[in-house]
């Protein structure tokens, strides 16, 4: 990934743990935001959503962190049509080619928001509302002065704690063994969670194996799977 300066947003208060890039939109991507945004992405506003009206059922909710492209979104979200899904990604190709796989999939349980992520779990998110979140494969910034940057801090994992209802499962992936250690720490620091496993978890079979991962898997790269949840 390229290198970019650090920056400081003064709205916030904080490191964002993103860098925003333009991406090179694709005529379908563009084609499926036209078309199917309107109907599967939830625009940004300061109030809690009503999971109900916006899935017209009572199913449990997850969240996810950061849906990149949307393979394993999509996957998971049509293996679990008892569950609503909602996905959260700053880029626009992501958000469009995600759109483009819900109709291919034809998928009715997911639902997209572009935005960042802390204020859309500060402002969008009630309290104890989720069932479930997934942050998989965040960036690592890899550098040490970048490692403020790093999604999974104990500010997020607390927010993050407080959307979760009791028994609700948080589920990290990296490749990046570093950021693995990183998580376990932070995580296991948090009072509100309790680690499923001993150190690092099994892959829980939901979870796909993206080509990306196929392949560092085969050059011999790891990855670590952690689960946690709520007390």
Same mark, same amino acid.
């Given at each position: 990934?390229?290198?970019?300066?650090?920056?400081?947003?003064?709205?916030?208060?904080?490191?964002?743990?993103?860098?925003?890039?333009?991406?090179?939109? @694709?005529?379908?991507?563009?084609?499926?935001?036209?078309?199917?945004?309107?109907?599967?992405?939830?625009?940004?506003?300061?109030?809690?959503?009503?999971?109900?009206?916006?899935? @017209?059922?009572?199913?449990?909710?997850?969240?996810?962190?950061? #849906?990149?492209?949307?393979?394993? #979104?999509?996957?998971?979200?049509?293996?679990?049509?008892?569950?609503?899904?909602?996905?959260?990604?700053?880029?626009?190709?992501?958000?469009?080619?995600?759109?483009?796989?819900?109709?291919?999939?034809?998928?009715?349980?997911?639902?997209?928001?572009?935005?960042?992520?802390?204020?859309?779990?500060?402002?969008?998110?009630?309290?104890?509302?989720?069932?479930?979140?997934?942050?998989?494969?965040?960036?690592?910034?890899?550098?040490?002065?970048?490692?403020?940057?790093?999604?999974?801090?104990?500010?997020?994992?607390?927010?993050?704690?407080?959307?979760?209802? @009791?028994?609700?499962?948080?589920?990290?992936?990296?490749?990046?063994?570093?950021?693995?250690?990183?998580?376990?720490?932070?995580?296991?620091?948090?009072?509100?969670?309790?680690?499923?496993?001993?150190?690092?978890?099994?892959?829980?079979?939901?979870?796909?194996? #993206?080509?990306?991962?196929?392949?560092?898997?085969?050059?011999?790269?790891?990855?670590?799977?952690?689960?946690?949840?709520?007390?």
């Amino acid at each position: 990934m390229q290198d970019r300066p650090l920056f400081y947003d003064p709205t916030e208060h904080r490191i964002k743990s993103f860098v925003t890039r333009a991406g090179r939109l @694709s005529p379908a991507q563009a084609k499926a935001i036209a078309t199917l945004g309107p109907q599967f992405c939830i625009p940004y506003t300061k109030a809690p959503l009503d999971f109900t009206q916006v899935f @017209s059922n009572t199913d449990p909710t997850i969240l996810e962190i950061g #849906t990149g492209m949307g393979e394993t #979104t999509a996957h998971i979200a049509g293996h679990m049509p008892d569950k609503n899904f909602i996905g959260v990604e700053v880029h626009t190709p992501g958000i469009g080619s995600l759109l483009k796989r819900i109709d291919e999939n034809q998928l009715k349980n997911l639902r997209l928001i572009q935005h960042d992520a802390v204020e859309v779990l500060t402002h969008m998110i009630a309290p104890a509302s989720l069932s479930g979140v997934h942050v998989f494969f965040p960036d690592p910034w890899h550098k040490a002065r970048h490692n403020k940057r790093r999604l999974i801090q104990p500010t997020l994992v607390a927010l993050l704690v407080s959307r979760m209802q @009791s028994g609700a499962v948080l589920h990290c992936a990296t490749d990046w063994e570093h950021y693995a250690e990183q998580m376990l720490e932070v995580l296991s620091a948090e009072a509100g969670l309790i680690n499923t496993a001993e150190g690092y978890a099994e892959k829980p079979s939901y979870r796909p194996l #993206t080509k990306f991962e196929n392949r560092g898997l085969k050059l011999g790269h790891g990855v670590w799977d952690l689960v946690f949840k709520k007390r």
